[in-house]
């Protein structure tokens, strides 16, 4: 059982103050009149659904009194209805409690919904916002899993905040007033403790449960992690024939879920029968006093009913008080953890009424760029080259020596730490991340696809394109032929990844893709070091093609990939060791020289 607070757990509760701050004005949003009013005649709905429920026990009472002859207390309207009627006028008002609760939760329901689509899309707009920096660390599944039940929550609060914690202390309040005056302040002080031994044993295990349902919850989000990387590199499992041991892996989060789940299913018991104790306590205490006072003629048959009634009916919201309040904590926790995921800054955001791009030849500067992932470890030093609009400028080098990291800062997914890159004359940092995007096409090593059709993913950088125009993309990347070969065509859905697809397909869609955007400038990633050396032929002519008019940067691993290109630069450790044409390298007879030799002799020998 939970004693003092820990800092962890003074921090969640403040974590839990701050979510109730940020969720609020989804529930009392300024300008958006609609939803005010509709929280308040939820409201409204709420406050006569209860005052019927608080007053229903009176008829109940009347009824018995009349049946037992007792009636002559009763209001001199009930007595002229007779037990017949009291008890149909009881049910219509059981029958009216109801339907105001139900358009109660009808009114509210477009309210809620409306908070949840919003943050759901506010946190889907902020993760693509953030920097590669953070998507490289992220692991999806657990990313999906805190987003779903974080959006999930906002709901849940909502309504039982308002509809459940809320009338709970309005029906109590009420019953305890109605106790005091017509029977003795002694049944208001009995019901009273109740209550609060209730309360307090309630909050006390739920803070404990709270605990083991956050292991639960983790345990469930590794093991999900663990199915969906798993689900992800399919064939590499099967490659090492590593099903068994992926299985394993699932299965060892299960279990750890598994032991959670039974610590929470014991704890529920304890709970319920904890709570039943000390509600039944109660509830024999209270009805003693009515016996006694029937007995002593004090009170009436319909007085010892009525207060049963009572007991009953606050019994009923109270045994759910355990499981509500459980939820709204665990809600919390789950809206705690999505919204420190929107509070995650974005390391590259626009300036403050930055303009569009302006591109009107294609030129690209780096201008002594300096730049690391890590500050202790710095991996362009200084870097300084000129990409002419219209040319093609080739970037070749062993691995870790920057290549890739060109790419990466000409698209600005990370900023320099020194220097700049310009695109005409226009520092990058100081215009909009869309507009420079939309300048700049990319074709990557692996073009990773949608689980859509292909005409989705050929005119997803163009989604207005016309059916003509992707088609025309489509042949320039010769891949069209092979379209019209499917029965479904350019319907064809090409299955998670692209994986219905081979590697040249899906580079040529990737290719037809960049077509289709028609940027002026144009990145080359290692466009076909993953393809075999007669489809890397195929394709390097519709790159060749696709480069035509366009300023070019192309990151090669094969160096006969490059020798047309304007200019070739050799990278080492973050900075240029030479730099010239092709046939000038190779008269240099340095590092390019020799990386092409050595390609060669691996060629030759193959």
């Known amino acids: 059982m939970p004693g003092d607070q820990t800092p962890i757990e003074r921090q969640q509760h403040r974590s839990g103050w701050r979510t109730i701050r940020k969720v609020a004005p989804y529930l009392w949003p300024d300008g958006q009149r609609w939803v005010k009013n509709r ?19 009176f008829l109940y009472k009347a009824a018995v009194n009349i049946l037992a002859g007792e009636g002559e207390g009763s209001a001199a309207w ?8 009291v008890t149909v006028t009881y049910g ?11 358009l109660r939760d009808v ?9 949840l689509r919003r943050l759901a899309l506010e946190t889907f707009q902020h993760i693509h916002a953030l920097s590669l920096r953070y998507h490289i660390t992220r692991k999806t599944g657990g990313l ?8 999930k929550g906002v709901e849940f609060l909502l309504r039982f905040l308002l509809f459940s914690i809320g009338p709970l202390m309005l029906e109590l309040l009420l019953t305890g007033v109605i106790l005091a005056v017509v029977f003795d302040i002694s049944y208001l002080l009995v019901l009273a403790v109740t209550i609060t031994i209730y309360i307090i044993f309630t909050f006390q295990v739920t803070e404990w ?5 956050k292991q639960m919850n983790d345990q469930d989000t590794d093991a999900n992690q663990k199915a969906v990387d798993s689900l992800l590199n399919f064939e590499t499992v099967k490659y090492f024939g590593a099903a068994g041991r992926e299985a394993g892996r699932y299965d060892g989060a299960m279990k750890g879920y598994e032991q959670a789940a039974l610590k929470t299913s014991y704890s529920l018991a304890f709970l319920n029968f904890g709570q039943s104790l000390i509600i039944t306590t109660g509830l024999v205490v209270v009805m003693g006093m009515a016996a006694l ?9 319909g007085d010892f009913v009525m207060v049963n009634a009572y007991m009953i009916q606050i019994t009923m919201p109270l045994n759910f008080l355990g499981t509500v309040y459980r939820e709204i904590r665990q809600s919390l926790v789950d809206m705690g953890e999505m919204f420190d995921l929107l509070e995650q800054p974005a390391d590259v955001t626009d300036r403050p009424g930055a303009p569009g791009l302006i591109c009107t030849s294609g030129e690209v500067v780096f201008d002594k760029v300096v730049f690391g992932y890590d500050a202790a470890r710095p991996i362009l030093k200084g870097l300084s080259f000129r990409v002419a609009p219209g040319e093609t400028v080739a970037l070749v080098g062993p691995s870790g020596s920057g290549k890739s990291t060109i790419g990466r800062l000409l698209f600005r997914f990370y900023d320099v730490d020194g220097g700049a890159v310009r695109i005409d004359g226009q520092d990058v940092r100081t215009v909009t991340q869309d507009s420079l995007h939309a300048r700049i096409g990319v074709v990557p090593q692996d073009t990773v696809l949608f689980n859509d059709t292909i005409r989705y993913n050929i005119a997803y950088g163009r989604p207005e394109a016309t059916c003509a125009a992707i088609k025309e993309a489509a042949q320039a990347a010769k891949i069209h032929d092979f379209i019209a070969t499917l029965p479904e065509g350019y319907k064809t859905q090409v299955g998670e990844r692209g994986l219905k697809l081979s590697g040249g397909e899906k580079q040529r869609v990737g290719i037809a893709r960049t077509l289709l955007k028609d940027p002026p400038i144009l990145l080359l990633d290692e466009a076909t070091s993953a393809l075999d050396t007669e489809t890397e032929r195929d394709i390097q002519d519709e790159l060749k093609t696709m480069g035509q008019g366009r300023s070019v940067i192309t990151i090669a691993h094969r160096l006969s990939t490059v020798v047309e290109a304007d200019h070739i630069l050799v990278l080492s450790a973050g900075e240029i060791a030479e730099r010239g044409s092709h046939n000038g390298l190779l ?4 590092h390019y020289a020799a990386m092409w030799q050595r390609q060669m002799a691996e060629e030759n020998a193959a």
């Open 587 to 590: 008269a240099q007879n340095g």
């Open 209 to 213: 449960r709270v605990k083991i349902r």
């Open 39 to 57: 929280v308040v005649l939820a409201l409204v709905m709420l406050v006569l659904a209860k005052v019927i429920a608080v007053f229903t026990p």
């Open 293 to 301: 006072g029937v007995q002593h003629g004090s009170l009436t048959v």
């Open 107 to 115: 009114i509210f329901a477009r309210v809620a919904q409306r908070a």
């Open 92 to 102: 219509m008002a059981r029958a009216l409690h109801i339907g105001f609760q139900q």
């Open 78 to 85: 009930l007595l002229m209805f007779g037990a017949v009627g």
């Open 144 to 151: 999906s899993r805190i987003i779903e039940r974080g959006v």
